[in-house]
């Protein structure tokens, strides 16, 4: 089974404080992905990575980076947190072509105080 | 933008069929998704459809695709208390676009 792992499930954060959320996959998957879920608005792209050191804005990157030294290893940088950043971080990740099923960690809470 | 829009809640009683409805702008979508997000959990892909294709029936779930009104459907057979969950539709045309989720709950 694929399987995607976030580093964390529950944060809390002080506002101006740096934060990583780390997202690793084990099937070799070319395509990352990170989004925000938040009620009544579904899952946002932030950011993908189609390749290693690749990266590609998703439709909400301000306030964001991401970084991608390993194929496995997608993480998320928020370099001064934001209380608007208090979210549902989910990581996902996909083959190319093959109906392109996203397969998705179990999410990280994000609570920015 | 484009966008894929649902509604956001949708409370049926068990055994009761459920229909979750999806629009979306996209005409050259290529693939047309359902995910079922369960509380706690991340999202897991329920069941697709190619765009080519009109109607998709796996067990007791049945997708219809009405690509000339950009409607895509989701039904649940005999629905069951361990079907409550958000429902995502999604398309793909480059990358992948989700709706909003529709929260369905099912009363005892």
């Known amino acids: 089974d694929v399987k995607v792992t976030q580093s964390s499930r529950y944060l809390v954060k002080r506002t101006g404080e740096k934060v990583f959320l780390e997202c690793v996959q084990d099937?070799?998957?070319?395509?990352m992905f990170w989004y925000r879920q938040d009620p009544g608005l579904g899952l946002r792209l932030i950011y993908f990575?189609?390749?290693?050191?690749?990266?590609e804005k998703g439709d909400i990157p301000e306030g964001y980076s991401v970084s991608r030294e390993k194929k496995e290893r997608f993480s998320l940088i928020l370099e001064s947190a934001s209380t608007n950043q208090t979210s549902m971080y989910l990581c996902?990740?996909?083959?190319?072509?093959?109906?392109?099923?996203?397969?998705f960690g179990p999410g990280t809470r994000l609570t920015v105080l | 933008g484009e966008d894929v829009e649902q509604s956001l809640f949708l409370s049926v009683r068990e055994g009761d069929s459920s229909v979750i409805n999806c629009t979306y702008t996209?005409?050259?979508?290529?693939?047309l998704y359902w995910y079922k997000q369960e509380p706690g959990a991340g999202l897991q892909l329920l069941t697709y459809?190619?765009?080519?294709?009109d109607m998709k029936q796996d067990q007791r779930l049945t997708v219809l695709l009405n690509k000339k009104d950009k409607h895509l459907s989701l039904r649940i057979a005999d629905t069951q208390t361990g079907d409550s969950a958000i429902y995502f539709c999604?398309?793909?045309?480059?990358?992948?676009?989700f709706g909003a989720g529709t929260r369905l709950t099912v009363k005892p």
């Open positions: 996902a990740s996909s083959l190319v072509g093959v109906y392109n099923e996203q397969f």
């Open positions: 990575s189609y390749d290693v050191k690749m990266k």
């Open positions: 459809i190619f765009s080519n294709m």
């Open positions: 996209d005409s050259s979508s290529t693939y």
């Open positions: 099937m070799d998957h070319e395509n």
């Open positions: 999604a398309e793909w045309d480059n990358d992948m676009r």
